[in-house]
């Protein structure tokens, strides 16, 4: 029995062991770099006890707007101190004489700290070209002056430039085999995600030294300075945004509390994206909690009225608008007396500018009798069918897409309803299926603008080294498919003029702006109820100045009650600021 118990035990001790032998096996080394179902890089965690540093840049690239200033990031002249400056007897006196502070001030500031730090942080203390030459002249160990990136602390279009994060998973599905540097930033969404590839860090640039088990120094004082082995790296992406009316743009649309919605400013020369914002803000937190990670310039929308402006384009083509022929505008578009709007009889211009709802469901029943397909091909000839921002060949993507979170719009949502007269009725001012972007929509008063030249929309200029060389530049490029003719641009331009110029126009408050306004507004019913009530979505939609045409813009109110949330006030005070804007450029020049 006394045998029997000792064998047992035995073999406990050697099960034991056996376990014990796997487990320092799997640690050491099977699981080095992927421990327990966390993913632990035992390796990094290992060399992390060993040593102490301060990251000076995390590798990825930055967004800059179209003159070079930083969207994201931006680089900072600091003084770093290591801690082991504890431990000496080191020239605290000459390093605070360098940058003007009390020698207490640094000695406060290291006193508690177990890893290196930037003076002055969170915010910290900005040095002069001066200071820094000064500073390293020195040559304390220990002591550097270096210019660390930061991110910025108000980052403005959050969602069309997006967000990033650590994904270890994501980064193997992009990329592959292809080996990074532990905890590398992944794009997660907007242009962080279209330009990963360019984007992704090569390496941190770091400051480094090795410690013992209290944090003294491990071989010496000497700290080891590491970066990229490629000095063009990080890449910059520069974006066609203009850094100060992003910035004003994000202000209005705060102001004027939009919560749900946004704007797009285009430069109509160009094709290129000055300015874009979208609410409900990004939560940086919980960024996929919500909808504030989705790009509402870039999401299918009711568009309303609007989109009369496609009916209204057909119409001049089929010559169904003589200027003999009148409408009934008193009633709704079921030809019974309408209770909320009586316009009484209109031509068709005065209905465009009025938007009587009547009118086109009228035309666009007769152009469904005529082909059941004219609609849909003028919302494509007008860009708000398909996608429009820029896409084609870049290196080994043949379909790179500058705006990959971008949605297709549409009109009919299948075949059936293009032959009924009561969708098509709806679909004429709207409602029903038609779904657009507002990015579309810009693109659409810039295509008018133009006179028919209808273009891929760019929010990204070039892709750059850090020298300021181009590693590929984006062209503009023409949208594939037929456009209006520059006669049928030419008559949609007076329209448009006339929403505004018309006394009962439904932009009339747009008069007395600097620059003459072109547009037309939209109010689209959600079929969304909030309080009891429906909701809707509110557009004003146009380009500016009418004689030369330089600037489309679209602001949009998404899902507000009918008496609240109205976009001609933002629309009307973004026409200012560009106005402001243009004139101080005029002098700066």
Not at 52 to 78: A, C, H, T, W
Not at 425 to 450: D, F, Y
């Amino acid at each position: 029995m006394h045998r029997r118990r000792i064998k047992i035990w035995l073999a406990i001790a050697i099960i034991g062991m056996v376990i014990l032998v796997g487990r320092l096996a799997q640690i050491q080394l099977i699981s080095t770099e992927s421990f327990s179902k966390y993913g632990v890089n035992l390796l990094e965690k290992s060399v992390a006890q060993r040593t102490q540093e301060m990251v000076i840049d995390n590798g990825r690239g930055n967004f800059l707007d179209q003159s070079g200033e930083p969207l994201i990031y931006k680089k900072v002249p600091v003084l770093i101190l290591f801690p082991f400056l504890n431990h000496l007897d080191w020239p605290v006196e000459e390093v605070a004489a360098a940058i003007g502070v009390r020698d207490e001030a640094l000695l406060r500031s290291l006193n508690k700290a177990k890893n290196p730090i930037a003076f002055g942080s969170p915010k910290p203390f900005r040095l002069s070209e001066s200071q820094m030459e000064a500073i390293n002249k020195l040559k304390i160990p220990g002591v550097f002056a270096v210019e660390k990136k930061y991110p910025l602390s108000d980052i403005n279009a959050e969602q069309l430039i997006g967000i990033t994060g650590e994904n270890s998973t994501l980064l193997k599905d992009r990329y592959g085999e292809k080996e990074f540097a532990p905890r590398t930033l992944v794009g997660l969404s907007g242009l962080e995600k279209s330009f990963d590839e360019f984007l992704v860090g090569e390496g941190k640039s770091k400051l480094v030294y090795h410690v013992d088990g209290v944090g003294s120094p491990l071989f010496g004082i000497n700290v080891k300075y590491t970066e990229p082995a490629n000095p063009f790296y990080p890449l910059n992406v520069k974006t066609t945004l203009d850094k100060d009316l992003q910035e004003k743009a994000e202000k209005l649309v705060d102001q004027h509390q939009i919560k749900n919605g946004g704007l797009v400013l285009l430069d109509i020369e160009t094709n290129t994206v000055l300015a874009m914002v979208s609410r409900p803000h990004l939560n940086r937190s919980q960024p996929f909690g919500d909808k504030g990670v989705q790009n509402q310039m870039l999401k299918q929308q009711i568009p309303g009225s609007v989109f009369k402006t496609v009916v209204a384009a057909a119409a001049i083509d089929y010559g169904l608008q003589p200027p003999s022929r009148t409408f009934d505008c008193n009633q709704n578009i079921y030809g019974k007396e309408d209770p909320n709007y009586q316009h009484g009889i209109l031509d068709f211009t005065e209905s465009f500018a009025r938007s009587c709802n009547r009118t086109f469901a009228d035309l666009a029943k007769e152009l469904k009798d005529k082909d059941e397909g004219i609609i849909e091909a003028y919302a494509e000839k007008l860009s708000l069918t398909g996608k429009v921002g820029w896409t084609g060949s870049v290196f080994h993507t043949e379909d790179f897409e500058q705006m990959a979170d971008e949605d297709s719009g549409r009109v009919f949502h299948n075949e059936e309803a293009k032959k009924d007269d009561n969708y098509v009725a709806l679909s004429a001012i709207g409602q029903h299926e038609v779904r657009v972007t507002p990015l579309a929509v810009a693109n659409m008063m810039a295509t008018i603008a133009r006179g028919g030249d209808k273009q891929m929309v760019r929010v990204v200029e070039s892709v750059e080294y850090q020298n300021g060389s181009k590693v590929f530049g984006f062209n503009e490029k023409k949208l594939t498919g037929e456009t209006v003719s520059p006669f049928t641009a030419q008559k949609l331009q007076k329209l448009l003029r006339e929403v505004i110029v018309n006394e009962e126009g439904t932009g009339r408050w747009f008069q007395e702006l600097p620059y003459a306004v072109a547009g037309k507004s939209g109010t689209a019913e959600t079929g969304i109820m909030k309080e009891g009530e429906q909701t809707y979505n509110k557009w004003f939609a146009g380009y500016f100045p009418y004689e030369n045409p330089k600037y489309a813009l679209v602001t949009v109110n998404l899902g507000v009650h009918g008496d609240e949330g109205g976009v001609n006030p933002l629309f009307a005070d973004m026409v200012k600021e560009v106005s402001a804007h243009d004139k101080t450029e005029e002098k700066t020049d």
